[in-house]
């Protein structure tokens, strides 16, 4: 009879969670579509949307940079490591760049900004929320979605693959030190490969990644700041939700948005 009880206990604790996890993720739909309807209708918010854009893309270069300089530098070392053994190191130019155009720099920037900034949105969102402030503006006549989500999650969405770019260059740049400096190769012949067979398909399939990696940051961070409650407590994990589930969600689709630019790249 006890174990019946806990086998009992134990689905319909199972049941409960994924009953809440399914709520949640119809909040989230019924976010998202608030968020792209109010985006498109007027007035539209041309302030927030660059002050957003400011906090996000120019407070997030410095960070973004130094973590592609030292990506390109140790990439440019393992891979003239690995094909030294058959004699391409000639070749690294060109691994360098598509590793970091096509993956590292999208995904490692999506990461970062993710950490900094859908942390921030939860944080500032959280704290209006449990200090009533966004009960204040709906009280006054103001969609609380149109002057606090839509301007963070169009930002993010538009400033993303403003930095993934800045990102692959400064990833190609460090690897071409590593190649001169280190490995001996001439500048020339690193940069020559790369431009012969580096294609705009390669850096339109990571720019259009980003494009979706800043949708999960700006509406993963909204919408854990509007549901926080229980104080500073709940904002602490409410900032804690959104780093993890932002970071798993980006590395999951990285691989399903991969599959679908395959596809494109196939048929096309």
Known sequence: MKGAEVTRSFFLMLGGRATDRLGQLGDVALLTGQTFYYALKPPYEIRSLVQQMDH???????????????????????????????????????????????????VLTALLVGGRVGSGITAELGAMKVTEQIEAMRALGANHIKKLVVPRVLSAMLVLPLLTVLADALGIFGGMLISQYELHLDNHQYMNTIWKSLRLADLLTGLGKTVFFGFIIGIIGCYNGLEASGGTEGIGRATTATVVTSAILILVSDFFLTKFFWWLEMLY
């Open 56 to 106: 996000i893309g120019v407070k997030s270069i410095s960070i973004c940079g130094i973590a592609a300089v030292f990506t390109g530098l140790v990439l440019a070392l393992q891979t003239a490591y690995g094909l030294g053994r058959f004699g391409a190191k000639s070749y690294v130019g060109i691994v360098v760049a598509l590793s970091v155009v096509r993956e590292l720099g999208p």
